[in-house]
Structures are given as structure tokens and as C-alpha cells.
């Protein structure tokens, strides 16, 4: 994999996974990954089978599926509404040296059987915007980040309904969301013959509630044999991250 020189545009910097050697060209004002971004990609189980198609749904620069560019063999879809992001997570994929594997779709999730074919995925990947629409977040002057946080333009149902459309039987589903809306996430889920099979709580400090979810399904999967695994605690009670992200953060060379 060699990287390649992209032009980057006023307020945009790259940032590095180190644990992953992957660079991820970033804008405070529009659109950055956090922590939840390379959660989800550590949860995802590794496939290395050669025709794997994944596709990364509500894929912002597209820092999920590069994340598991190792974890994960075959083509990856990226499919990102907003026009500057999507634009992003292109130059992303090309800064890594990845367009051989990597396509970036900028559209509407609702719309994705347009491009891709029902039941073809093995894979697919969401981190959905976590809140309902309220009136505060209508007025949030930053509409970039309304839209990613935010359920603006897409919704769970959206979610679950599109997800389930594009994986095969049996294939995974893997999304990262809010705690809160747990029997909400996991009714509308099954509703959709999605069958969640491993959760895992995330923590942000030793004495807080989970405030984010990480969830696999099975489409058409068998009822029951459902596991929570362990829970991972963020920082340490003086907001230091613990160990285990140290190392999603920089792999086991490099922990600063």
C-alpha cells in the first residue's frame, strides 16, 4: 500500500490511525471520526476471503472501512450523502494507496439499491446519526454536523431497512450507537430480519453509564444465542486512556 500525494482544502489536515497505518484527511468544520469510528472497525470479526464485499453505510471520510483495510479482505462501498465529505473520503482512499479496493458513492442511503444489487453484500457497516431530529438541532448553524449527528436526513429504520436489503443471508451487520435507545435499536433491528448476536457497552470513565453500543446481527440469523462481551472503559478516572485503546489508537509500538 503506498500513499499518495492529494491536494487538501483550506481548514482540512491529515490524521493518522498509527495502529492501522492509515492516514484520514479530516475537517474540524465539517466533519472528523472519533473514537466510536475505530470501535466499531475493532468490533467488526476479520474475513479474509478474497471476493468479500463490504459496504460502509453513512461512511463520512470513509474512516471506518479504511480502518479494516486489513481486517477485511475484497471491495469496500463507501456511501456518504454529503457532497465536501464524500469528496474526503475519496482523497482518503487515494492518500492510502487503496483505489484498486475502495469506491466512494455519493447519494442517499435510501437510494443505495440504485448502485448496488439487494442481497450482495457480506458486510455492512453504519455509524447512523445517534439523536432524534429536535428543534435545537434544526437550528444548528453547522449543517454538516447536524447531518452526522442528527437524524436529518436518514434514521434507524433507514438504517436496519437498507442494511438488511444489502446483506446476503446470513452476512454481518455491524453498527455503533447510543445505550439510550437500546430496546428501540434492537426491536427495530429484528423488525427487519436483522438478528443481533454480540453487543458490547462502552464506557467513558470507570464510574459512568455506557454511552455507546457497538452491535453485530446476522441477517435471517437463528433467534437467541444472543452474548454481551466484555465492556471497555475509555479513560482511567483522570481521563487517560486505558490501555486497550492506547493500543486501537496506536498500535503496541507507539503508546502516547
Sequence with gaps: MNAHPVQLKDDERIDQLYSQDIQIIQSPSCFAFSLDAVLLADFVRPNHRHRLQTVDLCAGNAAIGLFLHNKLAGRFTEVELQGRIADMAQRSIELNGLTDRYQVLNMDIADVFT??????????????????????????????????????????????????????????????????????????????????????????????????????????????????????????????????????????????
Design 115 to 256: 448502485a448496488i444489487p439487494k442481497d450482495s453484500a457480506d458486510v455492512v457497516l453504519c455509524n447512523p446519526p445517534y439523536f432524534p431530529v429536535t428543534a435545537k438541532s434544526q437550528k444548528n448553524p453547522n449543517q454538516y454536523l447536524a447531518i452526522a449527528r442528527h437524524e436529518i436526513k436518514t434514521n434507524l429504520a433507514i438504517v436496519a431497512r437498507q442494511m438488511s436489503g444489502l446483506l446476503k443471508m446470513n452476512g454481518h451487520g455491524y453498527l455503533v450507537h447510543r445505550p439510550d435507545r437500546l430496546s428501540e435499536i434492537l426491536t427495530t433491528l429484528e423488525q427487519n430480519r436483522l438478528v443481533a448476536k454480540r453487543l458490547r457497552f462502552i464506557y467513558p470513565k470507570p464510574d459512568r453509564d455506557a454511552n455507546m453500543v457497538l452491535i453485530e446481527v446476522i441477517k435471517d440469523g437463528k433467534p437467541g444465542g444472543q452474548k454481551v462481551v466484555p465492556p471497555l472503559v475509555v479513560s482511567d478516572e483522570k481521563g487517560n486512556y486505558q490501555s486497550e485503546v492506547r493500543r486501537l489508537l496506536y498500535g503496541n509500538e507507539r503508546e502516547e
